[in-house]
């Protein structure tokens, strides 16, 4: 296969993403990669950083050259209006939150034209995005419906441990009435392709119940006799291989010793908890974390779309201390999921 193109968005201004992505394009054998956001951005980043990436940019994509290139060259697409210079990093600002978002359907629109085959997206901050009138919860959001896409769902990975989520950005108490047999039996579907695809489907899936023990058979509420047990009854109908629910306590352990192929979570932070607790490290001499890894990746989308797993960093941004592991294990799997003959087989 020819060496794919990935669009890697810049993320938030303010943010780490410029400098993440300069720190990967130090390094592409296995593929071409365009940055798909604001040159002076990533011009002030790469100041930052030593000057130590040559910048292309382009003003149309189809000026491109994607040829086997030096290491250290960069090819950088202007998405929208250009960001009045200065970056401050660390700041909310609405030019920023729309700078983050022309870069998103910018590089969205190259994928549905396939004139890149991966999306890659560095971090943005919602509040920033809101301050530009941007209300969509976050990037899963954005995607589907740039794409027009209605069933979709997040799918976290970090080593042996690959968690899907029910719901994402809402409240607790809203995700609770989302658990329905017909998100569930939606969801699971969507796991199964993906992992079928991306290692097999030997192992089953794991769902999480969405009570303390699952429930303990209606004693902590019935949210698994009435709409959990159910869709994992009709999922074994339909050939899934499915077990569960599971005590959410115990379950992500399991998944770790390598058990399951994938967990069900039923709502953000159950699911998200136990991945940044596995991929996220902090040095206890410094206090700072020392390896920042795990990788988002969107179901149910008509292109490929992967993610680093961790927010903006505001607190580091403009200092060079950002790690890039999440960023390269992202376009890793990007470039695993492209390998594939048709995106269809991923969603």
Known sequence: MKKPIIALTMGDPAGIGAELTLKVAMDCPQYHLVAVGDMGVLTQANRLLGNKVELLEIQDFDDAIFT???????????????????????????EYGMAAYNAIITAIDLAMQNKVQAVVTNPINKESLHLAGILQAGHTEIFAQRTQTERYSMLLVHGPLKVAHISTHVSLRKACDLVSKERVLEVLNLVYASIKHLEGASKPIAVAGLNPHAGEHGLFGDEEIQEIIPAINEARLQGLN?????????????????????VIAMYHDQGHIPLKLAGFQIDPDTGRFKEIAGVNITLGLPIIRTSVDHGTAFDIAGTGKAQHQSLQQAIAYAIELCSYHSVSQIS
């Open 68 to 94: 086997d290139k030096k290491d250290n060259q960069l090819i950088v697409y202007q998405a929208g209006i250009p960001v009045n210079m200065p970056v401050t990093y660390g700041k909310l600002a609405k």
């Open 242 to 262: 499915v077990e569960g629910p599971f005590p959410p306590d115990t379950i992500f352990s399991r998944a770790m010793g390598g058990e399951f192929s994938a």
